[in-house]
């Protein structure tokens, strides 16, 4: 997939500005961002159901919109099935708007049903069916045209941890299975086990993008774990500390780039009782804040 | 061509499996034969009792002729009028009329065989037949009178005071029959049948999109297809629905005609012809004014996100179908007038006035295949616009566009 230069706007709002993004064919993407940064306006786009006010966007090679979509599987962050319908006819029917025939999707929806936990809830209406469950069916129906490429829009929210863990299992095994995976999220946990590379957008433009790893390394690898007992508060106040995370039993702490961190556990040492000194790389989690949380700054400023 | 197939069926099998459905198609039919039948039945009984009434003779000497003529008065064998004997003055009369134990007077005034004038006193005046009954048996009464002073025979003056009876005989192109208000009440139940069949159908087009809007379907589907396809689809598959309803009911109506060419006139029921033209313009004009209709309804399920909402932009869109609905009774009195032919020509009138006219008398093959291009026009520019409006509004969520907006909506997508 490649976007190249994408911006939309409504109503005079600019929801994506000048967007760029590529994704190679088998990995996986995650799209990164706070509520309201572009993140669904740019999947729309993707899937063609809206169109760019300008820019170019190709998916496996095409146009969006065109042709390559019955070989993606796309699940909206609004989820959207037929109230009244039975399950298995509403996913029957999904398939069949994405080109497959139905005898073609009712054989391998069986199999569907089972892996997600639905067996015996075909003949089911989609109204009786718990959050969850239609959470999982939304996930089928996205999937079950066998689509090269799957695009889900907060594929983990709304799932119950067990379920959580399910989806991400069943994810991974689509792309082992050599599929392209693009999701949007704001679950670092879940972006970080999955993805191989993101891009970070805030407010419709793209802060940064790249492998997790690369990101990560650019971040610098200057980060450090500490666990103490004692008042720690001074930690903030050394030399070459650029930033404090508390995580209660252990706080996390970035070094500004050169700063040594044998210094910073020599310090610590002498004043704390220390348990635990680790050099890390940065949480996505914590990219995601700094950048975030720096461009809002900025566009104050 | 696969996928709008798709959205069709599932439109179809939704609306086909539904009780309303089998509810509706059934009881459709019922309601047609009573609607026709029972004004029929209820009309010829409910004058039901015979008045009660009294002569009061101030010429003098027509009292007792008068009374034997008015007993003479029958309607379906029964006598219409109950004579109160004996003499009385106007003022006990009238309070006997005021509280009720009688229904009313005929007053002979003394010039009533001169001049030929009488008065009839009642709390009821507006009985048409029955005063018609009434004005017969004086006429009678008079005339019978005169023929005697002018010296013919009693024994003759019955025969030639003979009654006419009219019979009305409706000539179509399939031959004479009788008919009294059968025609009339058939036109006028089927019409109403479109009107409320066009309705009911494109209400139903109506739901079905802001459903697919409130439940957030129309995502998913507008990532497979591309909006056209889903808008046809869903005309056509709530259209089939609809066909096959009507296509039941006009099979129990070509049933009913044909009952009603054997045993019904003999049995005594007021039926009338059943034309294959009626019945097949029955189903054109359903499906004229079922695609011209649902395909507004469409758009306009698209533009809101409530039905409360759609109600206000539901009202100028079936203006014309309530309008074509008022000019049925000019339409029916005179369906040749230059007014009914230019009115049926209106297309958002035709689907109605149209058959309406057809129903009475058939109007020249000319007019009719120039009302039914005019509309099939109508149709494909109501359908532009519409799906237009339609691919905006079905992923607008929020505040209700205005007027304005949903014409950007047409101009720029």
Known sequence: MRISDVSKAYAGLVA???LSLGVARGSVFGLLGPNGAGKTTTLRMVMGIIGPDSGVIEVLGRPAGGSARDRIGYMPEERGLYPRMLLEEQLLFLAELKGTPRPEAARRLPAWLERLGLSGWGR??????SKGMQQKAQFIASVL???EVLILDEPMSGLDPVGANLMRDVLLELSRRGKTLILSSHQMETVERLCDSIALINRGVKLLDGSVADVKRRHGRNSVVLAFEGDGAFLGSLPGVRRISDSGRYVEIQLTEGTDPQGLLREAAARLRVSRFELVEPSLHDIFIERVTGDADGASA | MRRLAAVARREFLERVRSKAFLFGTILGPIL???????????????????????VLDSAGSLKADLEQALVRQKDDADARFVLRPGAATRETLEAEVREGRLDGYVHLPSATLQQSVAEYYGQNVSNVLDLRLIDRAVEETLIARRLSGAGVE???IQELLKPLELKTIRITKRGAREDRRGTFLLSVTLMMMLYTTVLMWGQAVLSGVIEEKGSRVVEVIVSSIPTSQL???KLLGVGGAGLTQLLVWTLSLALLG?????????AGLDLPEISPLLLGSFVVFFLLGYFLYAAMYAAIGAAVNTIQEAQNLVFPVLTPLVVGVMFFPAVIQSPDSRLSTALSLIPPLTPLLMFLRISVVAPPAWQIALSILLTLATIAGVVWVASRIYRVGILMYGKRPTFPEILRWVRHS
Request: no cysteine.
């Open chain 2, 154 to 156: 009693p024994g003759r």
């Open chain 2, 231 to 233: 808008f046809a689809g």
């Open chain 1, 124 to 129: 089911r209406k989609v109204n009786e069916l």
């Open chain 2, 32 to 54: 047609l034969g009573a609607l026709m039948l029972v004004p029929g039945l209820v009309m010829s009984k409910q004058r039901g009792k015979a008045l009660r009434i009294a």
């Open chain 1, 16 to 18: 994506v500005r000048e």
């Open chain 2, 258 to 266: 044909f009952y009603a060419a054997g045993a019904g006139t003999t």
């Open chain 1, 145 to 147: 045209h066998e689509p």
